[in-house]
């Protein structure tokens, strides 16, 4: 079963996504855990660029391009083969990032970012998608250390990239769980547990 968290930046996503795959370690599940960009040695190399380097003018296009490259590394590298032997792929984002933030706050025309995603990921799709909310106000407040490149985009931007989460969430059919972030951890963490659970007992997609 392939499992993506998702949210804005500074809902919670890392927490969480550790959290399940310690407790979903403990029940038995083999587990995979990957991050985009990241988790591949040219996904690593991408994700220094995108979100560190902040000597390089990036275009939006070749941001996104970016992105896709390593989503297709990872994919074809780490969450296909562990799909593969039974396992259990935890990922920290997947294209619904790119349609978010390359999308709704960037500008890039939707539906041509929906169609290079199908292509660099083979047209793979999670079975459920975590969406993790927050006023982005209180996801600010929580976020640690020095903000990377994108963390660093205005207000108005990450108030687009919720909006565009939530409306993605709205037209979605039901594969895309919207959670409420301002929960305590433990909480939510068992909220999240559960519905995984339940649908790694049934072997069903949600929806």
Same mark, same amino acid.
């Given at each position: 079963m392939f499992i993506v968290m998702e949210g804005g930046d500074g809902v919670g996503k890392s927490t969480q996504l550790s959290l399940l795959q310690q407790d979903l370690q403990k029940r038995g599940y083999r587990v995979t855990v990957c991050r985009e960009p990241g988790s591949t040695r040219l996904g690593e190399a991408i994700r220094q660029i995108l979100l560190h380097e902040r000597s390089l003018s990036i275009d939006r296009m070749s941001e996104l391009l970016l992105f896709m490259a390593? $989503? %297709?590394? +990872?994919?074809?590298?780490?969450? $296909?083969?562990? #799909? %593969? $032997?039974?396992? +259990? +792929? #935890?990922?920290?984002?997947?294209? #619904?990032?790119?349609? +978010?933030?390359?999308g709704y706050a960037g500008g890039l025309e939707i539906d041509s970012l929906r169609e290079i995603g199908r292509i660099a990921t083979g047209n793979l799709q999670p079975d459920l998608t975590i969406l993790l909310d927050l006023p982005i106000e209180e996801a600010r407040r929580r976020r640690c250390g020095e903000p990377d490149r994108l963390e660093s985009e205005s207000a108005l931007f990450h108030e687009q990239v919720r909006e565009g989460f939530l409306a993605e969430a709205c037209r979605s059919e039901g594969s895309i769980w919207v959670v409420p972030a301002s929960q305590g951890v433990e909480e939510l963490h068992q909220q999240i547990l559960t519905r995984v659970e339940y649908l790694l007992k049934e072997g069903s997609s949600p929806g």
């Amino acid at each position: 079963m392939f499992i993506v968290m998702e949210g804005g930046d500074g809902v919670g996503k890392s927490t969480q996504l550790s959290l399940l795959q310690q407790d979903l370690q403990k029940r038995g599940y083999r587990v995979t855990v990957c991050r985009e960009p990241g988790s591949t040695r040219l996904g690593e190399a991408i994700r220094q660029i995108l979100l560190h380097e902040r000597s390089l003018s990036i275009d939006r296009m070749s941001e996104l391009l970016l992105f896709m490259a390593a $989503r %297709a590394q +990872v994919t074809s590298e780490v969450i $296909r083969p562990a #799909l %593969a $032997r039974g396992e +259990v +792929v #935890l990922a920290d984002r997947f294209l #619904l990032s790119s349609i +978010v933030y390359q999308g709704y706050a960037g500008g890039l025309e939707i539906d041509s970012l929906r169609e290079i995603g199908r292509i660099a990921t083979g047209n793979l799709q999670p079975d459920l998608t975590i969406l993790l909310d927050l006023p982005i106000e209180e996801a600010r407040r929580r976020r640690c250390g020095e903000p990377d490149r994108l963390e660093s985009e205005s207000a108005l931007f990450h108030e687009q990239v919720r909006e565009g989460f939530l409306a993605e969430a709205c037209r979605s059919e039901g594969s895309i769980w919207v959670v409420p972030a301002s929960q305590g951890v433990e909480e939510l963490h068992q909220q999240i547990l559960t519905r995984v659970e339940y649908l790694l007992k049934e072997g069903s997609s949600p929806g």
